[in-house]
């Protein structure tokens, strides 16, 4: 099967072009092909990849070091969810739906992976360039900047350990105040029972000899 492409006439003559021919099953056989090293190979390789490299660049010593791996780490987070969003296509196929607001969201976050690229690309290209051509600066900067994150770290590490602190004595005190006033009010409550009785027992004792002495006395004289 060839294919031809037809020019606007010039003149009042029309030509036609022929482009290079190209039989269906070798264009079926390239797109099949083309298909296999986009979705597979692309994903075997990229998923696993994007994520060892995410792990090594976002590691404390290699981050607070280096700040060329910090614009790497996020390069490898960006290319592994744009390796991810080429799997959409064949997902949704698979289950033949796609809500509205899913779609409205995977072209915006694919809008948004392949803008930041280029704009990641140019902050490591413009961060290396600061590097080569004012080294002392860049290590003066970024002496500033490790001793102001410091100071940064020491002042969220005691403002957390005060209000930790703050609330474990807080606790403590309250569970030590409601021990004593248990304590305190069980003595009291027991104090107070004991003389009730004491009275109450004393009182009884007092009215029983009384009236038995009334009525002995009463024996007595008649």
């Known amino acids: 099967m060839n294919l031809s492409a037809f020019v606007e006439e010039d003149n009042g003559t029309?030509?036609?072009v022929k482009l290079s021919s190209v039989s269906v099953d070798e264009f079926a056989t390239v797109r099949t092909f083309y298909h296999i090293i986009d979705q597979y190979v692309?994903?075997?390789l990229g998923v696993p990849g994007n994520i060892l490299s995410a792990i090594v660049w976002l590691r404390l010593h290699v981050a607070s070091k280096n700040s060329s791996a910090v614009y790497?780490?996020?390069l490898a987070i960006n290319d592994l969810a744009f390796v991810l969003l080429k799997l959409m296509p064949t997902f949704m196929n698979n289950f033949h739906t796609c809500a509205d607001w899913f779609?409205?969201?995977?072209?915006l976050l694919h809008l948004?992976?392949?803008t930041i690229e280029p704009l990641l690309v140019l902050g490591f290209s413009v961060e290396r360039l600061?590097?080569?051509y004012c080294p002392l600066q860049v290590r003066l900067y970024y002496k500033y900047n490790i001793i102001i994150n410091q100071s940064i770290n020491q002042s969220i590490n005691q403002s957390i350990n005060q209000s930790i602190n703050q609330s474990i004595n807080q606790s403590i005190n309250q569970s030590i105040n409601q021990s004593i006033n248990q304590s305190i009010n069980q003595?009291?409550?027991?104090s107070i029972n004991q003389s009730i009785n004491q009275s109450i027992n004393q009182s009884i004792n007092q009215s029983i000899n009384q009236s038995i002495?009334?009525?002995v006395i009463i024996i007595i004289v008649s």
Do not use: D, H
Not at 103 to 107: G, L, R
Not at 187 to 190: A, D, K, L, V
């Open 14 to 16: 029309s030509t036609s």
């Open 42 to 44: 692309c994903v075997a």
């Open 72 to 74: 790497l780490a996020a």
């Open 103 to 107: 779609c409205y969201c995977s072209e």
């Open 112 to 114: 948004s992976i392949t």
């Open 130 to 132: 600061i590097a080569i």
């Open 187 to 190: 003595s009291i409550n027991q």
């Open 213 to 215: 002495n009334q009525s």
